[in-house]
């Protein structure tokens, strides 16, 4: 990995890889887990977070692609892209699109994204951290 590589929050490779591994250690401890969360499984707790409240049944296929759906455009958010516009008859958060996403890249997408858990777990779980 090149450490010289500047991401959007201003992070080297190395600061990226370090605090995002702390993110997921708090997680995989916060829930008594043994392996370390991926992505996919952070962004849908984010999702659920962003809800606001629990399901008392497992989420749907279909719930949970929302769930992730929320998630990222509640981090998206955070640079602008996504605006919060409001909740649902049902509670489900809804967001405008501002301005496109133009990052390109699977692996540049998935490490923006990465910098954004990492905002907004700083933000949201400063305490904890």
Request: aromatic residues 14%; contains cysteine; negative net charge.
């Amino acid at each position: 990995m090149d450490l010289s590589i500047n991401f959007a929050l201003g992070m080297e490779a190395w600061e990226l890889e370090f605090e995002y591994l702390r993110i997921r250690h708090f997680i995989k401890d916060k829930f008594g887990k043994t392996e370390l969360p991926d992505l996919n499984t952070i962004l849908l707790l984010i999702g659920i977070q962003e809800l606001g409240k629990v399901s008392t049944t497992k989420f749907t296929k279909e719930e949970k692609t929302d769930l992730l759906h929320i998630a990222t455009c509640r981090l998206l958010s955070q640079d602008g892209y996504y605006e919060f516009e409001g909740l649902d008859q049902d509670g489900w958060p809804h967001y405008l699109m501002i301005k496109p996403f133009t990052l390109k890249g699977v692996k540049e997408q998935e490490n923006y994204l990465k910098e954004l858990v990492i905002s907004y777990f700083k933000t949201e779980y400063s305490t904890l951290l």
